[in-house]
């Protein structure tokens, strides 16, 4: 599990599918960056800290919207946020 989340995290760390035409795209990496070691540090299990952290990163494309690793990112908080639901931790 953990390496999935790692693999996830890559690919949302990745530059080559970045928004071109976002200004803010600065905000965004630097938002990523800070907002993807916070996922790292979950436990594999963590479902709170883990749907809390993605979250964070997928507000990260606020900045720029049209990001095309956007999707990725909001597909990782409905994954995780779902398994804090089904574990009844929230």
């Known amino acids: 599990m953990k390496a999935i989340a790692v693999l996830a995290l890559c ?3 990745g530059v080559s599918a970045q928004d ?3 200004e803010a ?3 965004v990496t630097r938002c990523l960056k800070t907002e993807t070691d ?3 540090a979950c436990s594999s299990t963590d479902y709170d ?3 809390a952290a993605y979250e ?3 507000t990260c494309y606020n ?3 049209n990001d095309d690793r956007a999707p990725a990112a909001r597909n990782q908080v409905t994954a995780y946020c779902r398994n804090v639901t ?3 931790s929230r």
Do not use: Q, R, V
Request: one cysteine or more; a negative charge.
């Open 86 to 88: 089904e574990s009844g």
């Open 38 to 40: 916070k996922a790292t």
């Open 11 to 13: 690919s949302l760390a």
């Open 49 to 51: 800290c883990l749907c």
């Open 20 to 22: 071109s035409n976002c």
């Open 56 to 58: 964070a990163i997928a």
């Open 63 to 65: 900045n720029c919207p």
């Open 25 to 27: 795209e600065y905000i």
